[in-house]
């Protein structure tokens, strides 16, 4: 499976984005698909995850609600609708497929490239 993020881009704090996941060479249908973070200097940091059918999906405490992920399977994608989005959100997004993706990220096999997103005035 390849992943392409996208989406990522400037934006002032306050504002709405959406990144998208899209994958190629095999369909998503079978897997679990999370969103992850890194800021300069840290960690990358678990942000969401759904379940390969939308039955579940999880979010780390830190979002407060702000985020929302979910998928089109027709399309191979997973997207994360960013809202409210504040300085401390800039970071490289990462998009990773699991067969149960979930906040570990060892759990992950495939990973997209990533895509930055600044949030500055």
């Known amino acids: 499976v390849q992943l392409q993020a996208s989406g990522g881009g400037l934006v002032q704090p306050g504002s709405s984005l959406t990144l998208s996941c899209a994958a190629s060479?095999?369909?998503?249908?079978?897997?679990?698909v999370g969103w992850w973070r890194q800021a300069p200097g840290k960690e990358r940091e678990f942000v969401a995850a759904?379940?390969?059918?939308?039955?579940?999906?999880g979010y780390a405490d830190f979002l407060k609600g702000r985020f929302r992920i979910f998928r089109d399977n027709a399309k191979y994608t997973v997207y994360l609708q960013m809202n409210s989005l504040k300085p401390e959100d800039t970071g490289v997004y990462y998009c990773?497929?699991?067969?149960?993706?979930?906040?570990?990220?060892?759990?992950?096999?495939?990973w997209g490239q990533g895509t930055l997103v600044t949030v500055s005035s």
């Open positions: 990773g497929a699991a067969t149960i993706a979930g906040a570990r990220q060892n759990d992950y096999v495939y």
């Open positions: 759904i379940s390969k059918n939308s039955g579940s999906t």
């Open positions: 060479g095999r369909s998503l249908r079978t897997l679990g």
